[in-house]
Nanobody, 124 residues
Framework: QLQLVESGGDSVQAGGSLRLSCAVS????????MAWFRQAPGKEREAVAAIAPRYGAKYYRESVKGRFTISQDTVKDTVHLQMNKLEPEDTGIYYCAAARDNGPWSLARTYQDWGQGTQVTVSA
C-alpha cells in the first residue's frame, strides 16, 4: 500500500498557474499508473492526467491538453501536475492516485491508493 500526500493547491485568478505535488511513500512492487483526479462541488470525480511510471507514457483529459503537464521525479518519488492558463472550470479538489493493477487510466476504480486532496480555486 502507498501513502500519497498532495500539496500546492491555492486560490488563483483565471489565466494563472499552479504546480501540484504528490509525495509518495510506502512500498508497492508495481505501479501501473500514477494519476491526478479532481472533483468539483456536486460533480463526480474525474480523471485529469495520468503517467505510466515504468514507460513514461502520459495521458490527459481533453479539456486540459496543452495547459496541464504531469511529470514524475523518480529520485524524490514525487508526481507533479503543472497547471497553466487555469480556468474557473478547473476549480475542485485535486487528488493523487496510484494503481497497482492494470485498467483504464481514466476510471477511478482502477486506482487502489488515494491522497486526501488539495483544493484548487480559480476565480474569473
Amino acid at each position: 500500500q502507498l501513502q500519497l500526500v498532495e500539496s500546492g493547491g491555492d486560490s488563483v485568478q483565471a489565466g494563472g498557474s499552479l504546480r501540484l505535488s504528490c509525495a509518495v511513500s510506502g512500498f508497492s512492487r508495481v505501479r501501473v499508473w500514477m494519476a491526478w483526479f479532481r472533483q468539483a462541488p456536486g460533480k463526480e470525480r474525474e480523471a485529469v492526467a495520468a503517467i505510466a511510471p515504468r514507460y513514461g507514457a502520459k495521458y490527459y483529459r481533453e479539456s486540459v491538453k496543452g495547459r496541464f503537464t504531469i511529470s514524475q521525479d523518480t529520485v524524490k518519488d514525487t508526481v507533479h501536475l503543472q497547471m497553466n492558463k487555469l480556468e474557473p472550470e478547473d476549480t475542485g479538489i485535486y487528488y493523487c492516485a496510484a494503481a497497482r493493477d492494470n485498467g483504464p487510466w481514466s476510471l477511478a476504480r482502477t486506482y487502489q491508493d488515494w491522497g486526501q486532496g488539495t483544493q484548487v480555486t480559480v476565480s474569473a
